[in-house]
């Protein structure tokens, strides 16, 4: 079975630094792996998602993540927060592609001025 | 790229009524589709899923008679909840994948259901 587990349940940075969202994730077989993000009240959009081929894995609005076997993770990040990117971020494993997602439980990023 | 459009985008309405909720993919076949729901401060829980013209497999838990889900083309699919009460309040959201896998999970913006 697949599960996920995001590590914090809220993340405050401040506008201008380094965001961190970390993710573990545990998959008996080669995971596909995504991260979207939720505005309030919103759908979700898809951020990134890793599919088995570069471990480095770049996605839209300057969000990257790194896909580590070894150490079960794919950790969200991005080099400096704007303020619109205070969200709440979802981490989601699925076993292969056409599978149904498994969510994590969500980080909410609250970005300080 | 790929659209989902999901409507409405909020309802509220009286015990005792059915809710229908409107899930369409706007510019590509959406072979199969997901339905899940989001309790406030909650992660989403998957609640079915369907394959056209097939029938919908619900996840443990969840009264297939109560939401009922039709997938009656490759461009809609919609979940119906009967004899709503104020405990099926809830954000609900759908999700959509073409055959092919070229647009990925498409998510709606979700609906906002209140029952009073």
């Known amino acids: 079975a697949q599960s996920v587990t995001q590590l914090d349940s809220h993340v405050s940075v401040s506008e201008g630094t380094p965001v961190l969202l970390r993710c573990n994730y545990s998959?008996?077989?080669?995971?596909?792996l995504f991260w979207y993000v939720q505005h309030p009240n919103k759908g979700l959009q898809l951020l990134l998602k890793?599919?088995?081929?570069?471990?480095l894995v770049k996605g839209i609005n300057g969000f990257e993540a790194e896909f580590k076997k070894s150490e079960t993770s794919f950790h969200l990040t991005k080099p400096s927060a704007h303020m619109s990117d205070a969200a709440e971020y979802f981490c989601?494993?699925?076993?292969?592609?056409?599978?149904?997602?498994?969510f994590g439980a969500g980080t909410i990023l609250r970005v300080k001025s | 790229g790929a659209v989902v459009s999901q409507h409405p985008s909020w309802v509220i309405c009286k015990s005792g009524t059915s809710v229908k909720i409107e899930c369409r993919s706007l510019?590509?076949?959406?072979?199969?589709m997901f339905w899940y729901r989001q309790f406030p401060k909650q992660s989403l829980m998957l609640m079915a899923t369907?394959?056209?013209?097939?029938?919908?497999?619900?996840e443990q838990g969840v009264e297939k008679d109560k939401f009922l889900i039709n997938h009656a083309s490759l461009t809609l699919s919609t979940l119906t909840v009967t004899s709503a009460h104020p405990e099926d309040s809830s954000f609900y959201i759908c999700?959509?994948?073409?055959?092919?896998?070229?647009?990925?999970?498409?998510f709606g913006s979700g609906t906002r259901l209140t029952v009073v």
């Open positions: 999700s959509a994948r073409d055959l092919q896998g070229l647009f990925g999970y498409t």
């Open positions: 998959s008996s077989y080669s995971p596909s």
């Open positions: 890793y599919t088995s081929a570069a471990t």
């Open positions: 989601v494993v699925s076993r292969e592609y056409g599978n149904k997602l498994v």
């Open positions: 510019d590509f076949q959406a072979t199969t």
């Open positions: 369907s394959n056209e013209g097939s029938k919908a497999t619900y």
